[in-house]
């Protein structure tokens, strides 16, 4: 088992609001996304991908208006449901909130989250989800709780297959770099456990207060992201 980061996830309480937090905070405008009928979702990218973080990209995520998650019963993933997370985000902006990891084979991180001797997690259901693209139709399998729980504050990854075609296939050069990821959280042993099972055990994680910090090399120079505990 393998997991390497996908993408890091900007939650915004309106994507427009994540499109002027992103040039102002990071000097670039987001490329094109799409819509999640799945969750009721929308969201626009960017390729942030390095020789370290290979096919990493960033995601601004939001609500979209009017719609709900198609699946009843189901919240929507990232906690983007949660009344903290929307209060957070509605009195201090966009923030990172979590990150989501790219395993060859989800089914089998998902049972070594379940059964590890130190993790014994529950990360969800697979599910399936795709959206067409003018570069071709994304087809993918996720990890999402009925509850939408993103787990430890955001630092441990929601994980993704993907099919054939990856989002970064068809996305150009953003001038973001992605240099390094880490965390704290007050349980860091049972993190770094279930990092270790799904074979993540290479990202940093140290006791302290919950927080996921991502930092990037940008046109204004380097940048830190963090959660903060949101």
Not at 56 to 62: D, R, S
Not at 80 to 92: E, I, K, S, T, Y
Not at 126 to 151: M, N, Y
Request: proline share 9%; glycine share 10%; hydrophobic share 45%.
């Amino acid at each position: 088992m393998r997991a390497q980061l996908d993408h890091m996830v900007v939650a915004a309480a309106s994507l427009a609001e994540g499109v002027a937090w992103c040039e102002a905070t990071l000097g670039v405008t987001p490329g094109p996304g799409g819509s999640h009928p799945l969750m009721g979702t929308h969201n626009r990218l960017l390729n942030i991908a390095t020789a370290a973080f290979p096919q990493a990209y960033l995601e601004i995520i939001a609500i979209e208006p009017g719609k709900q998650p198609s699946r009843p019963g189901t919240r929507r993933w990232f906690d983007l449901d949660d009344p903290v997370l929307q209060a957070g985000l509605a009195q201090r902006g966009p923030r990172l909130v979590h990150f989501v990891a790219r395993v060859p084979d989800a089914r089998a991180a998902l049972q070594a989250l379940a059964h590890e001797e130190h993790a014994h997690i529950d990360r969800g259901h697979l599910l399936e989800a795709s959206r067409d693209t003018p570069a071709g139709r994304l087809e993918w399998q996720i990890t999402v709780r009925d509850d939408g729980q993103r787990l430890f504050y955001g630092a441990l990854p929601t994980l993704i297959q993907w099919g054939p075609v990856h989002p970064t296939d068809a996305m150009p050069a953003s001038g973001l770099a992605m240099r390094s990821l880490q965390a704290t959280h007050p349980r860091a042993a049972d993190m770094a456990a279930a990092l270790s099972a799904i074979g993540m055990a290479g990202m940093a994680v140290q006791p302290g207060a919950p927080n996921l910090v991502a930092e990037l090399d940008t046109p204004r120079g380097p940048v830190t992201l963090q959660s903060e505990g949101l």
